[in-house]
Nanobody, 117 residues
Framework: VQLQASGGGLVQPGRSLRLSCVVS????????MGWYRQAPGKQRKLVAR???????NYADSVKGRFTISRDNAKRMGYLQMNNLEPEDTAVYYC????????????WGQGTLVTVSS
């Protein structure tokens, strides 16, 4: 089982990026999916999460700018990031609770987002 995150890059303040995360391998289902980020010298923190039923939670710092979504049929998770700020610069990680059949946490490898002019 593997999670593969992609979509990071260098972007100017105010612009947008869309991160993607795909789950591969044999699983029974995907429970919660989430995106976390870790800025240099700081702890990894939750950015957004979405349940299997579509309920979402966001960190206060990204509310109104970021949108998390998922496509269960494609085993994909997404993070649409709009109006990016330099403070959003970090390595972004996707995480999923996968049923195999017991539930366990799995992490992707991280994708770097740099917001700079």
């Amino acid at each position: 089982v593997q999670l593969q995150a992609s979509g990071g890059g260098l972007v100017q303040p105010g612009r947008s990026l869309r991160l993607s995360c795909v789950v591969s391998g044999t699983i029974f289902g995907i429970n919660v999916m989430g995106w976390y980020r870790q800025a240099p010298g700081k702890q990894r923190k939750l950015v957004a999460r979405i349940t299997s039923g579509g309920s979402t939670n966001y960190a206060d710092s990204v509310k109104g700018r970021f949108t998390i979504s998922r496509d269960n049929a494609k085993r994909m998770g997404y993070l649409q990031m709009n109006n990016l700020e330099p403070e959003d610069t970090a390595v972004y990680y996707c995480k999923a609770v996968l049923m195999r059949p017991t539930c366990n946490d799995y992490w992707g490898q991280g994708t770097l987002v740099t917001v700079s002019s």
